[in-house]
């Protein structure tokens, strides 16, 4: 069974970096079918979708924070990341890992790590 965790720094200051990795196990990130998303939820709030990398290297981000995120992935540890610049407070939330399944009309998310905090505060 797929099994995805997230690892990384669970505070960072304004105005730095947020670096986070998904380690996954079970199943190859380069399998087609299959992209490979951050997913974040503010205190109080939704989920955001933030991004994907899918099978063959593909980025696609929330159009919202595509100017300062960066989506990468080290195939040779089956890991993915995420690295946020230039982060606020307003970055403060639990971030997830998981794994998209695309459909015809929507996709799903079937797989998913158990979440990370990271708070923003100086």
């Known amino acids: 069974q797929v099994q995805l965790q997230e690892s990384g720094p669970g505070l960072v200051k304004p105005s730095q970096m947020l670096s986070l990795t998904c380690t996954v196990s079970?199943?190859?990130?380069?399998?087609?079918?299959?992209?490979w998303a951050w997913i974040r939820q503010p205190p109080g709030k939704g989920l955001e979708w933030m991004g994907v990398?899918?099978?063959?290297?593909?980025?696609y981000s929330n159009p919202a924070l595509e100017s300062r995120s960066v989506i990468s992935r080290d195939t040779s540890k089956n890991q993915f990341s995420l690295q946020l610049m230039s982060v606020t407070p307003e970055d403060t939330a639990v971030y997830y890992c998981?794994?998209?399944?695309?459909?015809?009309?929507?996709?799903?998310?079937?797989?998913w790590g158990q979440g990370t905090q990271v708070t923003v505060s100086s």
């Open positions: 990398i899918t099978s063959d290297g593909t980025t």
């Open positions: 079970g199943g190859s990130i380069t399998t087609t079918n299959y992209a």
């Open positions: 998981a794994r998209e399944r695309f459909g015809d009309t929507v996709s799903e998310y079937d797989y």
